[in-house]
């Protein structure tokens, strides 16, 4: 079953057509990546799907949808719990319970000492799961993620994919998750799609299998390589 379908989604920001015709189907528990090079129309397609671009030709159907932007900035005055819990108030939420929940979190994930302490106090990586938090928060089956790690060094980076992979799986959230990274897209995916051209006019699309062997890998990396170059 399609937990979110994508069907001729052409948009264009003033005359410039940014995305055309393009088709994309996510299953319960599936997790795609996005990838394609700089200014091809990776955090437009996001925003589409968010509903935050509305004036898109197509159709689209999701279940409950958490989005998590490319520059997901904290609060500086709030500290980590309530930069948290700010899309429940925002949604008038029961933040009772909803404090609750994040305090759980917390616990869980063995960030419950920096539940009191501000954005400025934490390094990038922890912000990034603070902010990681505050997307899950609310109800919903799909994550849209943009680029959450780019800005990390490359330990931080590796140390996050397997943190975010973990969480995922555990709670059984499906996701479309957007890099310029390919190794980070292949550890991340089950499936990966491609930004061939821009204007984005097709998604080349790539199964990652399960246990992928080395020569496969290599193989796998090249061939997405070699249609982004092309692009
Ligand atoms: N708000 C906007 N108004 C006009 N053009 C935009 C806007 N946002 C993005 N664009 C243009 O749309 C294209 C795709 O951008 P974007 O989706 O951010 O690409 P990516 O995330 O793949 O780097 C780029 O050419 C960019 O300049
Ligand atoms: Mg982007």
């Not at 393009?22 to 200014?39: A, H, T």
């Amino acid at each position: 079953m399609d937990i979110l379908k994508l069907h001729n989604i052409t948009f264009s920001y003033n005359e410039d057509i940014i995305i055309e015709n393009i088709n994309l189907n996510l299953k319960k528990d599936e997790r795609i990546s996005i990838v394609g090079s700089s200014g091809c129309g990776k955090t437009t397609l996001l925003k589409i799907i968010a509903g935050i671009e509305n004036n898109f030709l197509g159709t689209i159907s999701s279940s409950k949808i958490a989005y998590m932007p490319q520059k997901d900035l904290l609060l500086p005055w709030r500290n980590i719990i309530s930069n948290i819990l700010l899309p429940i108030e925002l949604n008038k939420g029961d933040l009772n319970k909803g404090k609750i929940k994040a305090l759980n979190f917390l616990d869980k994930l063995n960030l419950m000492n920096y539940a009191y302490k501000f954005p400025n106090e934490l390094s990038g990586g922890m912000k990034q799961r603070v902010s990681f938090l505050r997307t899950i928060i609310t109800e919903s089956d799909t994550l849209l993620l943009d680029e959450p790690f780019s800005a990390l060094d490359a330990i931080t980076k590796e140390d996050l994919q397997h943190w975010l992979l973990d969480i995922i799986k555990d709670l059984k959230k499906s996701m479309v998750f957007i890099t310029h990274d390919i190794n980070e897209a292949i550890f991340l995916s089950n499936r990966i799609l491609v930004c061939k051209n821009k204007p984005m006019n097709q998604l080349i699309e790539f199964k990652v299998k399960k246990n992928i062997t080395s020569t496969e890998l290599k193989e796998l990396k090249e061939n997405i390589l070699k249609i982004i170059r092309e692009g």
